[in-house]
């Protein structure tokens, strides 16, 4: 039921199919962030529409409410959101990183309390593995440990050596129940230390996961860091095990990590900035608030085949805006994920073509002068 193939590629930007229970993902590819079940203000139908192939929902959240036991009775995550295509579940590890003065880390796993009601709860890579299990995704993570930025490098080394201990032990809770509906990828972790990364990396693939992800990214640290991380760790990740930039981020990190040999991307920037009037375009960002737009008849993005586009104004969703209506979150939500997809598509099609290169450059380019045109005109 599950396979990746490598299809292309153009410098170390990779074209693959990766195959799934519930059908394929072209990649490189970005899953809209569906945290409880749901991606914001969008329904399954609209999905569809804009093109997205794979979904990410989160097991902390779904584990809390309604409960995993439920998301099973009826069937699963797929069946019980009304989404019909592959998903992926992250660990929770980074939720409860996130919500460190509500948790107590030990060498067990994490306690918790609940930020919806206040109840206790004990995360463990086992207990991972149930949740996700009985969430049902086609893809699921194994249960890290994400370090803070900046931290330490000796809290960094010991997250990284948990997460690798933890990352065996999610591996034997799998295999008791593995079925073959589901695979499971490792996380590397290890801050912005090369060494440490390294370290991480070799020691899961000696555990040899079905997929790899890069964690602890985008939690703080310089653009810089990131991308010398990315340099260093993508080449140690086998070639034939589809690689997965958790959390990450801008239209330009994509096409930088896509550079560097990732196949997957997760970030609630296009929703999240979508709810609070900010829409993404090939020429830069636009704040939806601004004075200028107040009459201004032309679509959020000349030339953008979305269907915000092709119907409103940007006059009018600003008006939704300022009006707090939730048609207007709705609208943008969509066009910033219709980008966001529509740019992955345009990476594919370059990769397949031999030109990811200059489709990079042209890229950065446009958006670099439509930052200048946006300056000027405020």
């Not at 590629?9 to 799934?20: F, I, N, P, Q, V």
């Not at 086609?138 to 803070?148: L, Q, S």
């Not at 939500?333 to 992955?344: A, E, M, P, Q």
């Not at 990079?360 to 958006?367: G, M, S």
Request: aromatic share 8%; charged share 25%; hydrophobic share 40%.
């Amino acid at each position: 039921m599950f396979s990746f193939e490598l299809r292309a590629a153009s410098g170390a930007a990779r074209a693959g199919l990766l195959g799934t229970p519930h059908g394929p993902v072209e990649t490189p590819a970005f899953m809209p962030v569906g945290t409880a079940g749901v991606v914001k203000a969008l329904t399954p139908r609209d999905l569809r529409e804009v093109g997205a192939q794979i979904v990410l929902a989160n097991t902390y959240h779904l584990m809390l409410r309604p409960g995993d036991d439920l998301v099973a009775r009826l069937g699963g995550l797929q069946r019980f959101s009304g989404w019909q295509g592959p998903m992926l579940t992250d660990s929770g590890g980074y939720q409860v990183f996130s919500l460190s003065a509500l948790r107590r880390l030990g060498e067990e796993g994490v306690e918790f309390q609940s930020h919806l009601d206040g109840s206790r709860h004990l995360l463990t890579p086992e207990r991972s593995m149930e949740v996700q299990k009985n969430l049902g995704a086609d893809v699921i993570m194994a249960f890290d440990e994400c370090a803070p930025w900046p931290a330490p490098r000796e809290a960094v080394e010991q997250a990284m050596l948990r997460t690798t201990r933890w990352a065996r032990r999610s591996q034997d809770a799998f295999a008791r129940g593995d079925d073959g509906r589901q695979w499971l990828f490792g996380i590397v972790q290890g801050g912005v230390y090369d060494d440490l990364r390294e370290q991480s990396a070799r020691e899961l693939c000696a555990l040899g996961f079905s997929g790899y992800a890069v964690g602890g990214l985008s939690v703080g640290e310089p653009k810089e860091d990131m991308l010398r991380v990315l340099e260093g760790v993508v080449p140690l990740l086998p070639a034939d095990r589809p690689r997965y930039l958790m959390g990450v981020g801008t239209p330009e990190d994509l096409l930088e990590g896509v550079a560097r040999g990732i196949d997957l991307f997760d970030c609630v920037l296009p929703t999240r900035n979508g709810r609070n009037g900010q829409l993404f375009t090939r020429g830069g960002r636009l704040s939806i608030r601004n004075a200028r737009y107040r009459d201004d008849a032309r679509p959020p993005e000349e030339g953008c085949a979305c269907y915000t586009c092709r119907t409103v104004s940007r006059a009018y969703l600003r008006h939704l805006h300022l009006a707090n209506e939730i048609t207007g979150a709705a609208l943008m939500t969509l066009h910033n994920v219709h980008h966001y997809l529509d740019t992955l598509r345009r990476m594919r099609q370059s990769i397949l073509l031999g030109r990811f290169a200059e489709f990079r450059l042209d890229t950065l380019r446009a958006l670099a002068a439509g930052v200048r045109d946006i300056d000027n005109e405020a």
